[in-house]
């Protein structure tokens, strides 16, 4: 019989407010925790135009906004730059099971 692998939890739903945005570290590697509402979400920490923390920006539950060059993503199309931004985000799939959101194996 195969092991299952083992998902790593990444926060409690409660930690994140509706539209709001969190950054978690995992395995040393930072990442933005998103609630849409009625979806979780999670990306890369930093914009990829120039570095600027992602968890500082704006979340309206679809649409990421940096602040720093107004750079948006579709956070639903899986990071799908909109706008001006030139780059997709990196995405990272997320499960939720009762009270907290985990990184998907």
Request: charged letters at 25%; glycine letters at 10%; aromatic letters at 8%.
């Amino acid at each position: 019989m195969k092991k299952s692998p083992i998902r790593i939890a990444l926060c409690k739903t409660a930690s994140v407010p509706v539209n709001g945005i969190i950054q978690v570290e995992v395995d040393g590697k930072s990442m933005c925790v998103l609630n849409g509402g009625d979806r979780f979400f999670a990306c890369q920490a930093e914009c990829p135009h120039e570095q600027f923390a992602l968890c500082d920006g704006i979340f309206d539950g679809e649409t990421l906004t940096c602040l720093e060059h107004l750079w948006q993503w579709s956070l639903p199309e899986g990071g799908e730059p909109r706008g001006l931004a030139e780059e997709r985000l990196q995405m990272y799939p997320v499960e939720v099971e009762g009270d907290t959101v985990y990184l998907a194996p």
